[in-house]
């Protein structure tokens, strides 16, 4: 039987002692009849016909046993130590059988023929042993069971010639013997030496294979991780390739890659750590491989993000990565603690969205990140009109590229107004760029190019200057709202730059606000705060903007350094909404709690700003009191409000 492809010795043995004892039974065979043959005309007929003949059939039977045909691999291990056993004993009967027929045959005949004799007897003994070489045993036990009896006859028997001739037999039979032994002992230690390199190549083969599996396995999950992803895609594509080769249309069979990110998911590990992060992400893992089973393949690819695989189009693997964009928000324990968290994702389709891998995945994460933006918690496949945003979005980096920041970007403000004295307490400084080639391009996209072109920080230090510049000419009772970035906070020396123009410019920075939204502080939490303390000590306040529509929780606004918090403008447009409304009235008693102002977003009707006054907060900012204006206008606005405003400050 075969171990992991090794033979055991019992049947490494058996199957050599298979190509070694046929060819012993023929010699057998044959000597013995030539032994008779030479004593036919003195030897009784019983002796010269008889017992050869049941001799050399028996000979035949054994060859004919040995000789035919087995499945090696299926030969069991006892099987053959029982096979071998058998051989022995039957071994030992056959010598004697041979051995006595031939001491009565050397009754007759002449000196000649009884020297043909001894030799048989001699051949007969050193054909068995050297071919019973791998089973010593049954060598051993016949050569000396045979020569030992033939030295007594010899001794008995006499004369002195046949006894030498008896005690040299047996002292060459001894020294084979001894030989014997070495060369078994060889064969064993070869076979062991085989064996354990089989088992070394082996072991290397399931290390090999294991290494490549961990290679392409996440180990957190266990599921398939972004190397083995992006192999499965290879392969689906050129399958699909092939399909066209064979087919002859323009197109193979269409399959689609999907992915997802969690929302909400960067909140949940700084609140309970990491080690409880990684064991959500685990539950989550699990849980969108069975949502997956049959339907698709699944893989982490790095992060809160992950992978799928769809053998369907668009509309089909839309629908499933949806169904497992809703099995992320199933609330998990963690601890003692119910954590939910969601999920948003984009779908691309081969041919339709990409012909390569890298466009495939890319139009993906396209799709991923306007339902991030537009649609959170569902899933969008990439179509047509995303195509045209791509373009859209080269053009304006192209644009970029080429633009002259002095003269092409520049800064309007929106007034924050005070509920008390309807009069501006704050301006916001909001970035526009109007390009020659690409036309109006709105403010998050002009910074997410910038960052993309890696001319983030010569863009937000050029805003800062613009903006630094309009707070002193402006009155000085109003302060100055600037925007900053995730990339800016994750860049310490754009907090350098904008520290060290505070200092040349002599600019109060008591009258500065620096906003950030919810999103900005995911990527980095600990280096966003700490580049924010930097600004708060220079005296500068820190405001939350766009509050309510990320993921911040209590533990994280207690180790924000905040100010301000700017509550969303959606907030002001379900106002109607009793609901809303409590929401509203818990957020302003929180931010009284904690010290913290509060201003709400978008106000574009009066009822809107009555209701705000009624729940009790003090700042407003919309388009209702104040569109965003160049620095010339908002001059004049807040100069017929100028006395007003002084007594009341965010």
């Known amino acids: 039987m075969q171990r992991d492809g090794q033979l055991e010795l019992p049947v490494a043995q058996y199957l050599r002692l298979r190509r070694h004892i046929p060819p012993l039974y023929g010699v057998l065979a044959v000597n013995a009849g030539a032994l008779a043959f030479t004593h036919r005309h003195t030897a009784p007929l019983y002796l010269t016909l008889v017992i050869p003949c049941l001799l050399v059939i028996a000979c035949l039977q054994r060859i004919h046993v040995w000789a035919r045909p087995i499945d090696a691999e299926a030969i069991a291990t006892e099987e053959a130590r029982r096979m071998m056993r058998r051989t022995t004993w039957l071994g030992v009967a056959m010598a004697l059988g041979f051995l006595a027929w031939a001491l009565v045959l050397d009754q007759y005949g002449t000196a000649e023929q009884k020297g043909h004799v001894v030799v048989f007897i001699a051949a007969t003994v050193l054909a068995c042993i050297f071919c019973l070489t791998h089973l010593p045993r049954a060598a051993a036990a016949i050569g000396v069971i045979v020569i030992g009896a033939f030295t007594i006859y010899s001794v008995v028997v006499g004369p002195e010639e046949r006894i030498a001739m008896a005690l040299s037999i047996g002292l060459v039979t001894a020294l084979i013997l001894f030989v014997i032994r070495d060369s078994f002992a060889s064969f064993v230690h070869l076979e062991e030496s085989r064996s354990a390199l089989i088992e070394g190549q082996r072991r290397a083969e399931r290390l090999e294979a294991e290494s490549a599996r961990l290679a392409r396995t996440d180990a957190l999950t266990q599921l398939p991780n972004r190397r083995r992803f992006f192999e499965d895609v290879e392969q689906r594509l050129a399958q699909a390739r092939s399909e066209t080769g064979r087919a002859g249309t323009g197109t193979g069979a269409a399959f689609s890659i999907g992915l997802m990110d969690l929302d909400g998911f960067k909140p949940v590990n700084d609140t309970h750590g990491h080690a409880q992060g990684d064991r959500l992400l685990q539950i989550i893992g699990q849980r969108l491989a069975l949502a997956c089973a049959g339907k698709g393949t699944v893989a982490r690819l790095g992060g809160d993000e992950f992978g799928v695989i769809v053998p369907s189009g668009l509309a089909k693997a839309q629908a499933l990565v949806q169904d497992l964009c809703v099995a992320t928000q199933e609330a998990v324990k963690l601890g003692d603690t119910l954590v939910s968290v969601g999920a948003s994702g984009g779908v691309a389709a081969y041919p339709v969205s990409g012909q390569n891998a890298n466009d495939l995945f890319d139009r993906a994460d396209f799709a991923l990140y306007h339902a991030k933006r537009h649609a959170r918690g569902n899933c969008?496949?990439?179509?047509?009109?995303?195509?045209?945003?791509?373009?859209?979005?080269?053009?304006?980096?192209?644009?970029?590229?080429?633009?002259?920041?002095?003269?092409?970007?520049?800064?309007?403000?929106?007034?924050?107004?005070?509920?008390?004295?309807?009069?501006?307490?704050?301006?916001?400084?909001?970035?526009?760029?109007?390009?020659?080639?690409?036309?109006?391009?709105a403010p998050?996209?002009?910074?997410?190019?910038?960052e993309k072109l890696g001319i983030l920080r010569p863009l937000t230090l050029h805003l800062f200057d613009l903006a630094t510049a309009a707070a002193q000419a402006l009155p000085s009772h109003l302060r100055m709202s600037f925007n900053l970035s995730a990339g800016d906070l994750a860049n310490a020396q754009t907090v350098d730059g904008i520290l060290e123009r505070i200092a040349?410019?002599?600019?109060?920075?008591?009258?500065?606000?620096?906003?950030?939204?919810?999103?900005?502080?995911?990527?980095?939490?600990?280096?966003?705060?700490?580049?924010?303390?930097?600004?708060?000590?220079?005296?500068?306040?820190?405001?939350?903007?766009?509050?309510?529509?990320?993921?911040?929780?209590?533990?994280?606004?207690?180790?924000?350094?905040?100010?301000?918090?700017?509550?969303?403008?959606s907030f002001a447009d379900r106002m109607q909404d009793d609901s809303c409304r409590r929401v509203l009235a818990g957020i302003c008693s929180l931010a009284a709690s904690m010290s913290l102002d509060c201003v709400i977003e978008g106000i574009e009707n009066e009822t809107q700003m009555d209701v705000t006054r009624l729940l009790g907060f003090r700042f407003v900012q919309g388009f209702y009191l104040g569109v965003p204006l160049p620095l010339p206008e908002m001059l004049q606005v807040v100069a017929t409000t100028s006395a007003l405003s002084q007594s009341d400050q965010i």
């Open 504 to 569: 040349i410019a002599g600019l109060d920075a008591h009258r500065l606000v620096f906003e950030v939204t919810e999103t900005s502080l995911i990527a980095n939490f600990a280096a966003a705060v700490r580049e924010l303390q930097r600004l708060r000590a220079c005296g500068a306040r820190i405001a939350l903007d766009d509050f309510g529509t990320g993921f911040s929780t209590f533990n994280s606004l207690q180790r924000l350094p905040l100010d301000i918090l700017k509550l969303d403008r």
């Open 380 to 441: 969008l496949k990439f179509s047509e009109e995303f195509e045209k945003l791509i373009r859209a979005d080269h053009m304006i980096e192209a644009a970029l590229q080429s633009a002259d920041l002095s003269t092409e970007v520049s800064l309007v403000f929106q007034p924050i107004f005070s509920l008390d004295t309807m009069a501006p307490v704050a301006v916001e400084a909001l970035a526009r760029w109007t390009s020659p080639i690409a036309g109006p391009v």
């Open 444 to 450: 998050e996209t002009l910074m997410s190019c910038a």
